[in-house]
Nanobody, 121 residues
C-alpha cells in the first residue's frame, strides 16, 4: 500500500480558507491518482476532489468553485486549497491514493488516517 500522511486541518471561521496537505510514500507518486474525500458524523463518505497524474481534476458538486486540488510530484504531495468555507464543510478529510489499475477498476486504494476540519464561529 501507499502510506499517506495528512496535515493542515483545524478550526476556521465561515468564509475563511484552509490548505490541506498529503504526503505520500511507498509507490511512484507520479503514477498515482490522488484524491480527497470527507465524512461528517452520521454521513456517508463523499468525494471532494481527485487529480490524475497528468493534472486533470474532478470535484464534488458541493465544493466546485471553492476548492482546488493540486499536486507537486517533486515533493510527493497533494494539496487541497479550501476557500469560502461553510459550516457544512465540517468533516474529517481523508487523502486517498490509487494506482491506475485501482482507479480504472474502481478499487478502494490506500487511505490516510484523516484530518479534522471544523468550520464554526
Amino acid at each position: 500500500q501507499v502510506q499517506l500522511v495528512e496535515s493542515g486541518g483545524g478550526l476556521v471561521q465561515p468564509g475563511g480558507s484552509l490548505r490541506l496537505s498529503c504526503a505520500a510514500s511507498g509507490r511512484d507518486f507520479s503514477l498515482l491518482v490522488m484524491g480527497w474525500h470527507r465524512q461528517a458524523p452520521g454521513q456517508q463518505r463523499e468525494l471532494v476532489a481527485e487529480i490524475s497524474s497528468a493534472g486533470s481534476a474532478n470535484y464534488g458538486y458541493a465544493v466546485k468553485g471553492r476548492f482546488t486540488i493540486s499536486r507537486d510530484n517533486a515533493k510527493n504531495t497533494v494539496y487541497l486549497q479550501m476557500n469560502r468555507l461553510k459550516p457544512e464543510d465540517t468533516a474529517v478529510y481523508y487523502c486517498r491514493a490509487q494506482e491506475y489499475f485501482e482507479y480504472r477498476e474502481d478499487r478502494n486504494g490506500s487511505w490516510g488516517r484523516g484530518t479534522q476540519v471544523t468550520v464554526s464561529s
